[in-house]
């Protein structure tokens, strides 16, 4: 019943920005952590950043200088800059949830949005 929607994907040149957010609705009890991953064609989905609620933060060491990470509330935020091309793939919020399902923290994801990074 919990629900991640994205938004924020799109297309850049090399060096260009883009900002993205994740908000999760639903029947939540609590939220420990959020996060983004992305997954590239013929890549596995790996971690690009994430935040714990106390305010702790871990980037991939390909977006560490480029990348920040935030949060409000039930919501997430990535701002991307120096965007490169190898940046381009698909985005994908998560968070850990606590909901009246589920007893324990569960992933929740979102749908995912594409990034494009090119000339």
């Known amino acids: 019943q919990v629900q991640l929607v994205e938004s924020g994907g799109g297309w850049v040149q090399p060096g260009g920005s883009l900002r993205l957010s994740c908000t999760a609705s639903?029947?939540?009890?609590?939220?420990?952590?959020m996060g983004w991953y992305r997954q590239a064609p013929g890549r596995e989905r790996e971690l690009v950043a994430s935040?714990?609620?106390?305010?702790s933060i871990a980037y991939a060491d390909s977006v560490k200088g480029r990348f920040t990470i935030s949060r409000d509330d039930k919501s997430v935020y990535l701002q991307m800059n120096n965007l490169k091309p190898e940046d381009t793939a698909v985005y994908f919020c998560?968070?850990?949830?606590?909901?009246?399902?589920?007893?324990?923290?569960?992933?929740?994801w979102g749908q995912g949005t594409q990034v494009t990074v090119s000339s």
């Open positions: 639903g029947s939540i009890i609590s939220i420990n952590g």
């Open positions: 935040i714990i609620r106390g305010g």
């Open positions: 998560n968070a850990g949830v606590k909901s009246r399902l589920n007893t324990a923290y569960v992933p929740s």
